[in-house]
């Protein structure tokens, strides 16, 4: 099975804070990679897929990055609504692996 | 509008069973690939598995495998999960997730979410 590994696991910042949460695969999956967002008790939504493709209706602050094993998730500037858990995942084979989440945090 | 709605969680013993539905709307249900997704409460994210179009391929997280099946009656739009043999360790939202584009594992739509409970 692919590891997904998310750097840091939380992470404290403030409104208009530039933040990068990174995701390493224990193998490479080319740019089959796609980040989630997740705020409390709602489902996850679909940020960027394939690794820099930004989803329909995602604001542009959002962006990906990376290919092969080593990717980075940015909000160049942080909103009040971005906080949240944000999740890679790999899409490249099965079974279908998650990392294990980036809790950000108003500081 | 993509919409998703699970339905049959609820309180279930240890050992007991339980069928997991997803009623789909808003796009042709018969041309994407569908999944089953959970998470435990206060954890991450966890694929179950995922079923194809048609069909013809179906996958499931090892876990899962022999005590879980899906499935997928393209004519009524829904989506299934039926899960035997339940552990405490199966407590968890289930949500039913819409690949974006045909075949592939990229979960562009999402459910609500059903809440299973497997306790004694």
């Known amino acids: 099975d692919i590891q997904m590994t998310q750097s840091p696991s939380s992470l404290s910042a403030s409104v208009g804070d530039r933040v990068t949460i990174t995701c390493r695969a224990s193998?490479?999956?080319?740019?089959?990679l796609n980040w989630y967002q997740q705020k409390p008790g709602k489902a996850p939504k679909l940020l960027i897929y394939a690794a820099s493709s930004l989803q329909s209706g995602v604001p542009s602050r959002f962006s990906g990055g990376g290919s092969g094993t080593d990717f980075t998730l940015t909000i160049s500037s942080l909103q009040p609504e971005d906080f949240a858990t944000y999740y890679c995942?790999?899409?490249?084979?099965?079974?279908?692996?998650f990392g294990q989440g980036t809790r950000l945090e108003i500081k | 509008e993509v919409q998703l709605v699970e339905s049959g969680g609820g309180l279930v013993k240890p050992g007991g069973s339980l069928r997991l539905s997803c009623a789909a709307s808003g796009f042709t249900f018969s041309t994407y690939s569908m999944n089953w997704v959970r998470q435990a409460p206060g954890k991450g994210l966890e694929w179950v598995s995922s079923?194809?179009?048609?069909?013809?391929?179906?996958s499931y997280a090892d876990s899962m495998k022999g005590r879980f099946t899906i499935s997928r009656d393209n004519a009524k739009n829904s989506l299934y999960l039926q899960m035997n043999s339940l552990r405490a360790d199966d407590t968890a939202v289930y949500y039913c997730?819409?690949?974006?584009?045909?075949?592939?594992?990229?979960?562009?739509?999402w459910g609500q979410g059903t809440l299973v409970t497997v306790s004694s």
């Open positions: 079923i194809s179009s048609s069909s013809r391929y179906i």
């Open positions: 193998q490479s999956i080319s740019s089959f």
């Open positions: 995942q790999q899409s490249y084979s099965t079974p279908v692996t």
């Open positions: 997730a819409r690949g974006k584009s045909g075949g592939d594992y990229v979960h562009a739509y």
